[in-house]
Structure formats: structure tokens, C-alpha cells
């Protein structure tokens, strides 16, 4: 992962938001052979017992869970929308051309858990893709007993104890301010990711550049 300091995200409730809004991650870990193996499930995020764990479930006996069985340590890759960046947008265009994106790698150790658990976890993952609302028919606590026995014999819930935390949002931060707002403009023309990004960008314009240099403050950025 890219260790530059103004790469990183900080701010624990941007990043707790930011896992909240792609809980779709990758779950990797290696065997005991040391092969390397991962799954995309959705991973959410908590406080419990005054320490950050992460919750989800996988399906049962396969080369993942045998996998966490024999070596507890994981890695959880949570990533966003990403975008390509022209150098042609750089105030100095005879620059390479890069790639915007956000993501969270957490390092942590993993365990699973009992039936009740698994519960929770099913109730936990289908509210929120739900939009909370319990009268979906397809909450957990909606669909029909027969069927939720079947398909929890398949599956299990598991817990990550979060070890670390290390981020990237690329932002272009490391561009000078006539660079930065044109990239969000050239951004805005194109796709939704591209205009995700552009949004993300904005957001943060002040407490990258401070508001002297702000577009909408001082329209003569040099």
C-alpha cells in the first residue's frame, strides 16, 4: 500500500463511514502451504468491548474457511469508486497520467462464532441492505424458518479482532490548487465514478489548499 502522508485519511468517522458505504470487501488471507486465498463478502464494522471488530459470514467448508481454521490472520481490502486522471488536466501537462481511487486495509484477527451469532450477523446484513426496513421480505427475521435452517447449515458467522488500519485516498492532494480544480471539472463531464471522485475531491478542497485558495473565494488561482 502507498505510505505517502497526505495519501491518508485520518479521520476515524470518514473511514468507519467509508466501510459503511462499500461493505462489499475482500477477505484474504494463506493456508497452511501459505497459498494465498480471499472471498468478497460484506464486512461491517464496530465497537465491542472498547475494541474495533468486524463481522460477516462465509459459506462453510471451503478453501477460505479451511484456511482461517489453520491461520487466523486476515487482511480486509474495502474499496471505493475509482477513476482515471489525464496529466492533459495538470496546470504542467508533461506529466504522467494516474489513477484516483479510496480504499482500507485492515489487518486483524479472525474467529468464528456460534449460530446465534450467525444470527445476528444475517439480521445485521439484510437490514442494511434493506434500508432498515423490517418489513422487507427479505430481512432475516422475514423469510421462512425451513429455508433460514437451510441455508445457516451452510454457513457461518465470524469476528475480526481489528489490528491495524492503513488507508489510501488518492485524491490528487499532491497537485497545486488550478491542477486540482480542473480535475474536478474534467471529472464531472464523465462517468459516475469519475463524478464520485470529483465529489469526494470537493469535499475536501479547504482543508487540502485552505480557504484562500478556494475557486469560489478567489476566482484568480495562479
Same mark, same amino acid.
Given at each position: ?22 461493505p ?9 502451504? %501459505?497459498?494465498?486465498?480471499? !472471498?468478497? =463478502?460484506?464486512?461491517? #464494522?464496530?465497537? $465491542? ?14 478453501d ?9 490472520n ?5 474499496t ?42 444475517l ?8 434500508? %432498515?426496513?423490517?418489513?422487507? !421480505?427479505? =430481512?432475516?427475521?422475514? #423469510?421462512?424458518? $425451513? ?5 445457516m ?38 462517468n ?31
Amino acid at each position: 500500500m502507498y505510505d505517502l502522508p497526505y495519501h491518508k485519511e485520518e479521520d476515524e468517522q470518514e473511514i468507519k463511514d467509508f466501510i459503511n458505504q462499500y461493505p462489499f470487501a475482500f477477505l484474504t488471507g494463506c493456508d497452511v502451504q %501459505n497459498k494465498p486465498i480471499a !472471498t468478497q =463478502v460484506p464486512v461491517f #464494522i464496530e465497537e $465491542k468491548n472498547g475494541k474495533k471488530i468486524l463481522r460477516g459470514h462465509i459459506m462453510k467448508n471451503t478453501d477460505h474457511h479451511r484456511a482461517f481454521l489453520k491461520n487466523e490472520n486476515v487482511l480486509v481490502v474495502f474499496t471505493g469508486k475509482s477513476t482515471y486522471v489525464s496529466g492533459t488536466w495538470y496546470s504542467n501537462p508533461y506529466i504522467p497520467s494516474t489513477w484516483n481511487y479510496m480504499s482500507v486495509h485492515i489487518k486483524g484477527l479472525i474467529r468464528f462464532l456460534d449460530d446465534e451469532a450467525l444470527e445476528e450477523v444475517l439480521r445485521l446484513t439484510s437490514l442494511h441492505f434493506e434500508n %432498515n426496513d423490517k418489513s422487507s !421480505t427479505t =430481512v432475516y427475521d422475514n #423469510i421462512p424458518d $425451513k429455508f433460514k435452517q437451510r441455508v445457516m447449515n451452510a454457513i457461518v458467522a465470524f469476528e475480526i479482532e481489528v489490528l491495524e488500519i492503513d488507508t489510501v485516498f488518492k485524491l490528487s492532494q499532491d497537485r497545486d490548487a488550478k491542477s486540482y480544480q480542473n480535475i474536478i471539472e474534467q471529472l464531472k463531464l464523465g462517468n459516475h465514478d469519475g463524478q464520485v471522485i470529483a465529489a469526494e475531491m470537493e469535499k475536501r478542497f479547504k482543508k487540502v489548499f485552505g480557504a484562500e485558495n478556494n475557486p469560489i473565494i478567489n476566482e484568480n488561482i495562479a
